[in-house]
C-alpha cells in the first residue's frame, strides 16, 4: 500500500485495445479501471485518457494530475494509502511503469 503512485506512459499505440488497471484501497475492494486506447495514439493522448478515466473512476477522494507523460494519483487527506497494478492490456506498443512512492 502507497500514498501516491505516478504512472508513466510511453510509445504510441498500434492497434485499438485497452489497458486494465486494478485499484484498491486500503480496507477496501478492489475495482478494475478500463481504458480505450485507440491506434496512433502517443503518450500525451494516453496519459491524458488514463487521467480521464481514473479521475471518474475514483471520484473526489482522490487527485489526478496529467503531466506530460505522466499520471500522478494520491489521496486528498494523509495517510490514504492504496494500491495500483496492472490488470491487463491488448494494446501494443505502448508500455507502462507504475512508479510506488
Known amino acids: 500500500m502507497v500514498e501516491k503512485v505516478q504512472v508513466i506512459c510511453d510509445g504510441k499505440v498500434k492497434n485499438d485495445g485497452t489497458v486494465n488497471l486494478v485499484f484498491t484501497p486500503a480496507g477496501g475492494a478492489a475495482s ?6 485507440q ?7 494516453v496519459c491524458r485518457d488514463l487521467a480521464k478515466e481514473v479521475s471518474v473512476a475514483l471520484g473526489k477522494t482522490y487527485e489526478v494530475k ?4 505522466k499520471v500522478r494519483i494520491e489521496g486528498t487527506k494523509k495517510d490514504m494509502k492504496f494500491s495500483l497494478s ?3 492490456q491488448t494494446a501494443t506498443g505502448v508500455t ?6
Open 96 to 101: 507502462f511503469e507504475l512508479k510506488l512512492k
Open 86 to 88: 496492472l490488470g491487463g
Open 32 to 37: 478494475e479501471i478500463r481504458i480505450t486506447l
Open 39 to 45: 491506434k496512433g495514439m502517443n503518450r500525451g493522448d
Open 66 to 69: 496529467d503531466d506530460s507523460g
